[in-house]
Structures are given as structure tokens and as C-alpha cells.
Nanobody
Framework: QVQLVESGGGLVQAGGSLRLFCVLS????????MGWFRQAPGAERDFVAA????????YYGDDVKGRFTISRDNAKNTVWLRMNSLKPEDTAVYYC????????????????WGQGTQVTVSS
């Protein structure tokens, strides 16, 4: 059974940091490009960041460039998102996504989605 499981969300004050984790099981993690998306209440799901299978290529949404960093460890089947200088507008449910093709995961076309983890940034 294929599973994407996120963790690391929580409540943080504005200006603070959080790190989200996502573990893929049931598939060969190193074959997949990975991405993070977020969805605030009443809003559409937005692209946050993506990383190629090798980790050599990373992409970010305009709202998070310079503040968030996506990384992966293929030996641990894990991708994480380091979020710095958090703002109240970063409050959302964050989802992990996987697709063999990087260009697809960047556009929100995922073969697998995680269940989401809540991030709340207080002002």
C-alpha cells in the first residue's frame, strides 16, 4: 500500500520557523519528484515547492521564495520543507505530493497525496 505521511505542523508565532516532513512508503522514493502544496480555508490549493528525484533541482512559489527550503534524503524516503520567517498568511493545511514527472508535480498533478498537516501562524 502506498502512503504519503506528513508531520511537523503546528502553531508558531509570526517570524518563527517550522519544518515539515513527508515520508513515502510502498514505492521507490528515489524515483519520484516531490512537492509541497498548501490550502487555506476557502482558498484553492497553491504550489509551495518541488524537488527533483535527485534533489538537484528545486522550485518555489513566489510567496515563499527566500523563506522556505525543500530538501530530500532518498536513503530515508523523506522530503522536508524548512519554513523560516513565517507569516500569518502562511497559515494553511500543507500537503505533500509525489509524481514520477517533476513538471507534473509542479503543476499539482500528483500520483499520490498525503493527508495534510496544519500550520498555523499567529500574529
Amino acid at each position: 500500500q502506498v502512503q504519503l505521511v506528513e508531520s511537523g505542523g503546528g502553531l508558531v508565532q509570526a517570524g518563527g520557523s517550522l519544518r515539515l516532513f513527508c515520508v513515502l512508503s510502498g514505492r521507490t522514493f528515489s524515483s519520484y519528484a516531490m512537492g509541497w502544496f498548501r490550502q487555506a480555508p476557502g482558498a484553492e490549493r497553491d504550489f509551495v515547492a518541488a524537488i527533483s528525484w535527485s534533489g538537484d533541482h528545486t522550485y518555489y512559489g513566489d510567496d515563499v521564495k527566500g523563506r522556505f527550503t525543500i530538501s530530500r534524503d532518498n536513503a530515508k524516503n523523506t522530503v522536508w520543507l524548512r519554513m523560516n520567517s513565517l507569516k500569518p498568511e502562511d497559515t494553511a493545511v500543507y500537503y505533500c505530493a509525489a509524481n514520477i514527472q517533476l513538471r507534473r508535480v509542479r503543476t499539482g498533478v500528483a500520483e499520490y497525496w498525503g493527508q495534510g498537516t496544519q500550520v498555523t501562524v499567529s500574529s
